[in-house]
């Protein structure tokens, strides 16, 4: 066998409270292209963090063709020739595109100062070996994100690199786009450089990728040749679904079908757009149901329920609540209208940790409660001790701070502030990670429990079990558009992950 | 590697006609603002005074603007670094006092003694705000007060003032040549030196690279922690240069002057169109803003109607309206 480019054996990371990579060995041949997938929190950036000098591990080695290897920092990496693109281009904005291409590596004049002539003269070169003609002085930020990422690229390719690892480098770019990175992919290809390349779009991996190592809970769930592996096969073994034992019901809380699924809906979503990242998303739920919205990871799932509430600006398309056309762009319409997010990131975008479960209760429905700008406390306590008690909530009191209680509880205070708000809607993403078992349970009832009451649901899970248990309907995305709908007896694991594998129409 | 020439790529189609004209525009307003300001003020003085647009008063914005130019073209590489260097009016009083105690002894040491104490504790700063990732504004601040601490030890509390001592050192702030005191041309030597630094080696643009996005920067193996040392350092080195030629012009270490001239530093390089945000900016901009709050101080005092305080208030305006130009300048370029 050749020598590998790469190779990881055995290698353990660990993390206060998580075992991040357990025991993980992973190999990369020269001028291969290695696909690397996983849902969140399979490991896979901690894996790609090891590998490029960021973290070191705590067990295992790494070989640089054949040779064991130990990074202190990013830079060591780089200089063994490995180099990143991250998800987010990690250039400078502001500076030029030449300057970045060149940062550190600037053509000197005879007086030692940085010749610029010549800095402009190399990096139109080394563009328009990528396919990109345009003015190198001008700011990176004022162009493209296809342009941005190819000049990343250029920089990790032109540091003499062997390897090149793309943390989904697709994410923000349009098809042509898209093209143009796989034909330099292609070109690295051949000229023995290798490619590891996260991503999640099938599609993608599909096309350009020849190997694939399938990450979960920490583990390597699969290693091998990608033509070999049917789709859906795939799709399973990211999802940690074992064809064989996909069959077993009754593992979650949630009690099956709800009746009031009739009506009118309470929330219409209408070829809703967010280029590249959403593409003519529609979503109804009526009074009473609950949908759920499935898709693989960077699917579009977040941004359908945040352009929902308002937190997306979208280039098109239409929300509707009760029949009533909801204002663009603006949290506070959608709010106002009975739209409420609970977001999937509850410490960056949910709770406010330094507050009480009380002020964190009140904070978004503060308007509603207070009369010319005057907050009653009296009316606040009412409220909030009432939906501490019907969620409930365990918390030493209302002013216990709500950094101070389990993730179940916090995700139960997030949920009462949405009801506080008088929401008729709710868009729950990810309500059940990173909560134990049994507040797991209890939010699911929960979920249940406000569907009965007539509130509409939209459900977001990456828990198949989850998502067929909860939902009435499942919508299932694929790479940012609606891949297929769900209903009735059609709400299977099978059937989701079918949808999510079957092959995309070939669009733009 | 070969062009790609997938068809649907076509690479032709990615050319992008150079600058946009509004992009242009906001370039210019964004780096030049400052200067075509000042020559707009500068023509309507000369046209409204008589007394304004002589070949003395014009020396004398130069020569009072000289300190802050110095001291600000330090400041320049801070904030473009991403940082603030809120003890640079300490440093400079300090080292003023400094410089006087030390004329006693020499040319030599009364410009050494002053470096070396603001030149360290600059050294310092800078190490604990690249080493600890400490706010600047937090550590800088301790840096003022500590310094102004150490001057008023020096100085019994103000009580004593030193006189310089040394004819050498004191032509280092008095003597002329073509018209213009030395500390003058030190600055404008400074100065294109400063430039030629942060426009044209590799040290300016890590600067630059810093102040635009420090994790990248990190991740393009930028060498960050020795860089903002460096800056800072300059910072120090360069308000203790300028505190010492400022005893060297009154031949006594003043102890009052100079406290909160820090704010007026920022705000020069701030009106010169250096982003506070870091990562944008320049020195040109730097001394035309410098000059541009020496200009209306001599214009205020030109109207004679006015006391000088006025003047804080036309600068405070100043500053107000290039931050909300900045802003909506930026926003037109993330628009577009």
């Known amino acids: 066998m050749a020598t590998a480019v790469l190779e990881a054996r055995g290698i353990s990371k660990g993390f206060p409270g998580v075992l991040a990579l357990d025991d993980v060995s992973f190999r990369l041949d020269a001028g291969q292209v290695h696909a690397l997938v996983g849902e969140n929190g399979a490991g896979k950036s901690t894996l790609i963090k090891v590998l490029t000098g960021v973290y070191r591990p705590d067990r295992g080695t790494l070989l640089l063709r054949d040779e064991p290897v130990t990074f202190d920092n990013p830079l060591a990496a780089q200089r063994a020739g490995i180099s990143t693109i991250y998800q987010e281009v990690n250039l400078v904005p502001q500076m030029s595109l030449a300057h970045n291409l060149l940062l550190g590596r600037e053509p000197r004049s005879r007086l030692g100062v940085t010749d610029t002539t010549q800095l ?267 939906f501490m008690r019907r969620l409930r909530i365990k918390a030493a009191s209302p002013h216990q701070k709500v950094s101070e209680l389990s993730g179940g509880n916090q995700q139960k205070v997030l949920l009462a502030r949405s009801l506080a708000t008088g929401a008729k809607v709710l868009l729950l993403d990810e309500p059940t990670r990173g909560i134990d078992v049994g507040a797991k349970a209890e939010v699911q009832a929960l979920i249940d429990e406000l569907a009965a009451e007539g509130l509409g649901v939209l459900l977001i899970s990456s828990d198949l079990e989850e998502l067929v248990e909860g939902a009435d309907r499942v919508v299932v995305l694929r790479d940012g558009a609606v891949a297929g709908e769900l209903s009735g007896d059609q709400v299977t694991e099978e059937a989701i992950m079918a949808t999510i594998a079957a092959t995309g129409e070939t669009d733009g | 590697m070969t062009t790609t020439t997938d068809a649907d790529t076509g690479t032709d189609t990615r050319r992008a006609p150079g600058m946009l004209r509004r992009e242009r525009i906001g370039h210019l307003l964004q780096h030049h603002g400052a200067l075509m300001v000042l020559a707009v003020t500068v023509v309507v003085g000369a046209v409204a005074f008589d007394s304004f647009a002589t070949p003395q008063n014009a020396a004398n914005i130069v020569v009072s603007s ?91 509390e103000g009580a004593n003032t030193y006189l310089v001592r040394n004819d050498a050192f004191s032509a280092l702030g008095q003597a002329s040549f073509l018209g213009l005191t030395v500390p003058v041309w030190i600055t404008l030597g400074l100065a294109l030196l400063g430039g030629v630094l942060l426009q044209r080696t590799g040290f300016g643009q890590n600067v630059y690279a810093i102040g635009g996005s420090e994790e990248a920067a990190v991740l393009m193996g930028v060498p960050v922690t020795r860089v903002k040392v460096l800056v800072y350092l300059i910072s120090g080195l360069l308000a203790g240069l300028a505190g010492a030629l400022n005893a060297a012009r009154l031949s006594s270490g003043v102890t009052i002057l100079g406290a909160g001239m820090e704010l007026d530093v920022i705000a020069a390089v701030v009106i010169g169109g250096t982003l506070l945000t870091g990562g944008s900016g320049g020195l040109t901009g730097t001394m035309a803003g410098v000059l541009l709050l020496g200009v209306i101080q001599s214009l205020i005092n030109q109207i004679g109607v006015l006391t000088s305080s006025f003047q804080q208030v036309v600068s405070g305006a100043f500053l107000a309206l290039v931050v909300v130009t900045q802003r909506i300048l930026h926003r037109a370029q993330r628009l577009s």
């Open chain 1, 120 to 386: 402009y003269a190399e990096a139109e070169r080394v563009m328009t070996r990528y396919g990109i003609r345009t003015d190198v002085r001008r700011p990176l930020r004022s162009l493209g994100m296809g342009t941005q990422q190819m000049v990343a690229l250029a920089r990790a390719v032109s540091i003499e690199a062997r390897l090149v690892v793309m943390d989904e480098p697709t994410s923000a770019l349009e098809p042509r786009e898209v093209d143009t990175l796989f034909g330099v992919i292609a070109d690295l290809r051949s000229e023995g450089i290798s490619v590891i390349y996260v991503s999640h779009r099938l599609d993608e991996l599909y096309r350009i990728c020849d190997r694939v190592t399938v990450l979960r809970d920490g583990r390597v769930a699969h290693d091998g040749p990608l033509d070999e592996l049917a789709r859906v096969e795939l799709v399973a073994l990211m999802l940690g679904r074992d064809p064989a034992e996909i069959r077993r019901d009754g593992a979650t809380k949630f009690t099956g079908e709800h009746t009031t699924t009739v009506g009118e809906p309470l929330v219409q979503a209408r070829s809703v757009s967010c280029r590249p990242v959403l593409r003519d998303v529609s979503v109804q739920v009526r009074p009473g149901e609950v949908v759920g919205l499935g898709g693989l990871l960077g699917a579009g799932r977040s941004e359908t329920a945040k352009a929902i509430a308002g937190a997306l600006p979208v280039d098109a398309g239409t929300v509707t609540v009760a029949g009533q056309q909801v204002r663009r762009g603006s949290p506070a319409a959608a709010i106002r209208a009975g739209v409420s997010l609970v977001p999937e990131d509850r410490k960056a975008e949910g709770i406010v940790p330094t507050l009480s479960v009380r002020d964190n209760i009140a904070l978004a429905a503060l308007p509603q409660l207070s009369r010319s700008g005057v907050v009653s406390d009296a009316r606040i306590d009412r409220i909030v001790d009432s």
């Open chain 2, 66 to 156: 000289s300190f802050l130019a110095i001291i600000a073209i330090g400041m320049t590489f801070v904030i473009i670094s991403g940082g603030i260097d809120l003890s640079v009016g300490s440093s400079f009083v300090l080292a003023g006092v400094l410089a006087a105690y030390g004329s006693r002894y020499g040319l030599l040491v009364a410009l050494l003694l002053p470096l070396t104490v603001c030149g360290a504790i600059g050294l310092v700063q800078g190490l604990i705000v690249a080493r600890t990732g400490m706010a600047p504004f937090i550590v800088t601040l301790a840096g003022l007060l500590g310094m102004r601490g150490l001057m008023l030890a020096v100085s019994d």
